[in-house]
Each structure stands twice: as C-alpha cells, then as structure tokens.
C-alpha cells in the first residue's frame, strides 16, 4: 500500500498557530460566521495554482517518461450535450495531452445527434464514440467503450465531470513513478446548480473495509486497463455500479493502491439511472469472489453494511475492569447478559481493589460461567488487562469498561464479523454520550496531543465528513473501552504495553497491529453508551504523552494516513484546512 500524504509546511502551522492565538484572545477564527460554502470556496482562493506553477506543470508534461495513455470512458445519452462540452472543455484544457475519451452512447441517440454531442469542434483524434449494436439497449454501454480503450490507464467519467488542467498529469505522473502501481484515487468534490465547487470529499488513503461500505473510491479513480480486464471488469451488462464494480475488482489484484489527496475531479453529471441497485450488486458479487459470506443492506445514501456470516460460535469473552462503582458495573453487566443477542459469553470481571460492601455482594452473586479474578495491586489499565486476557478461555477477547452499556443487541456479532476476516487485529465499536451525542467513532493520530476520538460530540445521526460516521472503516486505532480483538492476535502482538498504565495503551497495540499488517476495524453497528472516564476521571500523565511521542512520532511525522491531510488537524469536526 502507498500512503501520499502532502505536509502542510509552514504555512499550515502559521494557520494553525493563528486559530490557537484568536481562540485564547476570544477573537473570531479565520472562516467563522461563514457557511459551509463559503468556507470551501476560501480555501479554494488560498490555493489556487499560481501561472509559475501552472508553467511548471507545462515543462513536466512534456518531460513525461514513460508517457501512459489515459482512456476515459463516459456514457451518454442525447440529453447529455451541455454536460458533455462542458467535461470535454476541461480535457481539452489538460496540460497532459495523452489521453483520449471514448464515448458510450446509449440506445436512441440517433446519428444525427452524436454531433451534437461532440459539439463545434467534432470529435478530433482523441475523442471515439462506440455506438450501441443494434437493439441493444443502456446495460453494457461502459462494457463497449472500455472494448474500444486503447490507453494504458482507465477511467470512468460522466457527462459533466470537469478535471482541473493538471489533473492527468498527476495521474500519469504517479502511474510512471511506480511501476507496481495499479489503481490510483484522488479526492473530488461536485458543482454546484451554479457552477460552483461544493462538497468537497476529502478521503482517507487506502481503506479496505470503507471499500466494503460505499464508493468512497468515486472520481477520479484510474486502474491499469491490463489488470482491470484480467479482473474481469466491464464484463457484465452494466446497470450504473460499473466505477465501483472496476475499482472493487482491481484492488482485489493490484500490486499497490495510491491515494492522491487533491481535488482532481469536479462531478457535475447526475448519476445514471439505478447507481445504488448497481453499486449493491457490485459489492455482493465481490463477497462471492472473495468468499466473504454475508448479505450487504443498502443503508441510503450511498452506504452499505455488510453484514458478515459468522464461522461458527466461538466463545467470548467480555474482560471489564472494575474498582467500586457497582451502580456503573451493574448496569454494564445487565445489558452484556440481558440485552446481547449473542449467547456464548463470558464475562470475567477484574476486582481492582474493590472495598464497598455493596460492590462486593454484587461481585459474589455473578453467576457461572461468569467470574471474578482478583488484581490486588495498584491500578494499571494494561496489566490488568493483560492478566485477565491469560484467565480467560473466549477464542476472541473484548475489553469493556465498566461505565459502558449495550444499545445494539447485536454489537458482539457486528464485531465479531470483522474480527473473523483474514488481516484484522482488532474492532472499535461506536460509542455515544448518555446525551446520544458521539464519544468514539475511531482514532484519529494527531490531534488531542497526540491521539483523540473523531466525531466526539458529534449528533448521533450526523454522518459526518463524506459519511464517514456512518460508514465500517479502517483507523489507525480504536478505543479500549470496546475492542474486540481475536486472542492468537492478542498474545502474538504480547498484549498491552504495561508501560502505559493509564493512558494510550490502546492507541500503542493499534499502531503495533499496523506495524505487524494488520488492519484495524471500526464499525458503527456495534452502539453503546459511554459514560466516560466516569470511574476514574480523566488521567493523563505526562510520562506517557512523552513515552508514546517518543514511540509513534514517525507517525505524527507523516500523518494519520486514514485522516486526509486538507482537513483540520487541531479540532475534530472533519472540516477543511483553513
């Protein structure tokens, strides 16, 4: 996997530095009092592209070697002309010429028409139109122009996208750079009824399970044509999941998979009729080829759960830590035992010193198989984990803190489906404030001094930067007051690091997980809420912020590759980098 991150630089930090310094004065931030659109078309202005630039992309253009040739497919239809000048402008405008476009059209574009889809200036040498055989009718219509591709690179486009002028030359530049690369993605965002660039998505690198949980891939996405047609893509008979159906089918066989964070694609054509049935069959069948058992449900929006088969029952086991608090235990208890749908459980609950009466009559009336393992010495978050993890007899472990409390009757089998695909290590669950706002949606490295949760405080319903809330993804890592992690992994990776008693011991297992290759998972389905640090309050020593700065600082170095570098990096609303 390629990580392409961009570094802010010094210009970065001095926005940065200039919010931190408006907030502790009680000034305005930059951007504040402006509405979402306002706010991107700033940051559109302060990034424009100067003319130096501009003749720098000229000069590389030409320099080029090796020169791939980019085909772009797009269907049409005779209503798509306005769109079609206006995505075909921006081709023309390309400082990297070797491209064409081939143009599906769609059954009942008459001769006559196909024209007028090409407007004044006529098809030209790089522009092909692959007509429809007779009676065919829309299926299959991307299926006839990727036959007629000649390029090395394909893509797919719709009436109405518009690339900015160096958008093919960071193609054909990343795809020449590497020859191991095979599918390649870049971030977008849409035009406006106006014209005017909105919406933006700025996306994380390389996420498998987000591949599983919408087209985030989307525009513009480029595969190797040799490897898209090796992987069998185009050849079915269309039905408008054909983009998701490529970059599924590619990264299923791509050598490397690179994301370019910028905005190389503006999407102004609406979608093709049935996009959401197509890209719900796209995404079932790559279940079959990968022999991933389960059902995918269609969420709205462009979402998709897929709701993996389990292998088997296997026991688990619930670990909770606990010193007193038998008010927040009971409850966290109750609703593992009483609410869960899954039944083969065990629940083993760590005595830390308990001393109320009240808490230990609860503790002596948990009923069997359930237990309680005694750990008389001074609180330490990883060790008592760590020996609870040797008593317990689940093939998969969840560490639950004690002021947690099940919403999702199914969240052990949301979890557990994740945890039983080949590469993941561990799976986050959401977690919701009692006001139901977001406490824990994943983790994000880099901010909150060194690690803090996306999303907290977040409306539950609120779906976030490109949905992302919402959506099954990876993370570099999940909160340990629920995580579920399979227990070879657990004592292969030699369980949490003791040295951090108190605090990011979760945060340093996830990024070993990364280290070793594995990935980790978070996932919405699995809801609670949390009452957070209600036990035992919010305590970070300032030994373990150095200890894991000291660790992991290569890491805060490049950037959480799962967080796009254009999006804030001090506040956690996902917003864009003003």
Request: aromatic fraction near 6%; charged fraction near 25%.
């Amino acid at each position: 996997m390629v990580w392409v991150v961009r570094k802010r630089g010094l210009a970065g930090a001095a926005r940065k530095a200039g919010r931190l310094l408006a907030r502790a004065l009680g000034r305005p931030e930059p951007g504040a009092g402006r509405d979402a659109g306002e706010r991107y078309r700033l940051w559109i202005a302060r990034r424009a592209p100067s003319p130096w630039a501009a003749a720098a992309d000229r000069i590389r253009a030409r320099r080029l070697a090796p020169r791939p040739r980019i085909s772009l497919l797009c269907q049409a239809s005779s209503g798509d002309a306005p769109a079609l000048a206006s995505s075909l402008a921006s081709l023309r405008a390309q400082v990297y010429g070797d491209w064409e476009l081939i143009l599906a059209l769609r059954d009942g574009v008459a001769p006559e028409r196909e024209a007028a889809l090409l407007g004044p200036a006529g098809p030209g040498g790089r522009v092909r139109i692959a007509r429809p055989a007779a009676g065919a009718g829309p299926s299959g219509a991307l299926a006839r122009a990727a036959a007629a591709a000649a390029g090395d690179l394909v893509a797919v486009l719709d009436a109405g996208d518009r690339l900015p002028a160096g958008a093919l030359l960071r193609v054909a530049a990343a795809f020449a750079a590497d020859p191991e690369l095979d599918l390649l993605y870049t971030d977008e965002d849409r035009l406006d009824a106006r014209g005017r660039r909105a919406d933006p998505f700025f996306k994380p690198d390389w996420s498998p399970e987000l591949a599983l949980s919408a087209n985030y891939l989307g525009r513009l996405c480029v595969a190797r044509r040799a490897v898209a047609a090796e992987a069998g893509a185009f050849g079915g008979d269309g039905g408008g999941g054909e983009d998701y159906d490529l970059a599924l089918r590619v990264a299923e066989r791509a050598r490397r998979v690179a994301h370019v964070p910028e905005i190389l694609c503006h999407r102004g054509g609406a979608a093709p009729p049935g996009r959401e049935r197509g890209e719900e069959a796209a995404l079932a069948a790559a279940l079959a080829r990968r022999g991933i058992g389960g059902s995918v449900e269609a969420q709205g929006a462009g979402r998709f759960r897929v709701r993996h088969a389990l292998r088997g029952s296997p026991l688990v086991t619930v670990v909770v830590p606990t010193r007193d608090g038998v008010d927040l235990l009971r409850t966290c208890i109750a609703g593992v035992l009483g609410r869960s749908s899954y039944r083969n459980l065990e629940v083993l609950v760590v005595d830390n010193r308990s001393e109320r009466p009240e808490t230990l009559e609860y503790l002596r009336s948990l009923p069997a198989p359930h237990r309680v393992l005694p750990h008389p010495d001074a609180f330490n978050w990883s060790a008592i984990n760590n020996r609870a993890a040797r008593e317990a007899r689940g093939d998969h472990l969840i560490f639950l803190n004690n002021d947690t409390e099940v919403v999702s009757p199914d969240w052990v089998e949301a979890m557990l489906g994740h945890a039983q695909q080949d590469g993941v290590g561990a799976v986050g669950a959401r977690l919701l404030y009692p006001d139901g706002t977001v406490q824990h949606a994943g983790v994000v490295v880099g901010i909150g001094g060194f690690a803090d949760h996306a999303f907290r405080h977040f409306p539950a319903a609120e779906p976030g930067h490109g949905n992302l809330a919402l959506l099954a993804r990876n993370c570099s890592a999940v909160t340990g007051a629920c995580m579920m992690v399979p227990r070879a992994v657990f004592e292969r990776m030699g369980g949490f690091d003791e040295r951090f008693g108190v605090a990011f011991n979760d945060v340093d297992f996830c990024l070993r997980l990364g280290e070793a290759g594995l990935r980790v998972v978070y996932t919405p389905h699995a809801v609670l809420f949390h009452h957070e640090s209600a036990s035992r309050g919010p305590l970070h020593p300032r030994s373990e912020y150095v200890r894991i700065r000291r660790r992991w600082g290569r890491v805060l170095a490049r950037g959480d590759p799962y967080y796009n570098p254009n999006l804030t990096i001090d506040r956690l609303d996902y917003g864009v980098d003003l």
